[in-house]
Structures are given as C-alpha cells and as structure tokens.
Nanobody, 120 residues
Framework: QVQLVESGGGSVQPGGSLRLSCAAS????????MAWYRQAPGKMREVVAI???????NYADSVKGRFTISRENAKNTVYLQMNSLKPADTAVYYC??????????????WGQGTQVTVSS
C-alpha cells in the first residue's frame, strides 16, 4: 500500500507563489504517473496537472503558464510550483498516484489534501 503526504499549502496574496510537495512511501515497485487535483468550495473536483514516469506533463487550461509540475523519482516526490496565484486558485489541493499506464489518468492513491488560500 502507498501513502502520499503533502506539504507547502498556506495563505498568500494575489500574484504570490507557493510550492506544494508530495512524498510517496510504502510498497512502490514502479514509477507511476502522478497528478495534482483541487476542489474549491461548492465546485467539482478537477485535475490540475499530470506528470508521467518519464516526466511528460499536462495542465488544465486555467493554470497553463502559471503552474509547473515536476518530480524526483529517486525521492518518490512530486512538486507543484504555483506562480501568479489568483483568488480562483483557492482550493484544497490533493496529490494522487495512478496504478496503470492507460491513456486516461486514473488516480488510485490520494493524499489527505492541503489548503491553498489566495486573498488580499
């Protein structure tokens, strides 16, 4: 079983930056795709960014050019660098890990979530 532990959330002003980290531990025998999701109050959960085992990335249109997902496989850690933050980015952010290499990303393991608040 895999555990995902997130850190780096907090409160910032519009235009500020945050870097989220997610450390994976447990019985991991392959480098699986991983992704960040978020859920704002009263809204459906949405995918923010995806990264494959080889480092290829995909982003939601709303965060392209502002967010960067990366990973260090030797440390089983994934990051989300968030720049030029907007109030609309306020949400609980979740780290996830897949358990297959399908063409569509399917999260299998979930972190506990970390709050990101952007306000003035």
């Amino acid at each position: 079983q895999v555990q995902l532990v997130e850190s780096g959330g907090g409160s910032v002003q519009p235009g500020g930056s945050l870097r989220l980290s997610c450390a994976a531990s447990g019985r991991i025998f392959s480098i699986w795709p991983m992704a960040w999701y978020r859920q704002a109050p009263g809204k459906m959960r949405e995918v923010v960014a995806i990264i494959t085992s080889g480092g290829n990335t995909n982003y939601a249109d709303s965060v392209k050019g502002r967010f960067t997902i990366s990973r260090e496989n030797a440390k089983n850690t994934v990051y989300l660098q968030m720049n030029s933050l907007k109030p609309a980015d306020t949400a609980v952010y979740y780290c996830t890990m897949a358990r297959d290499y399908g063409s569509e990303y399917v999260p299998y393991y979930w972190g506990q979530g970390t709050q990101v608040t952007v306000s003035s």
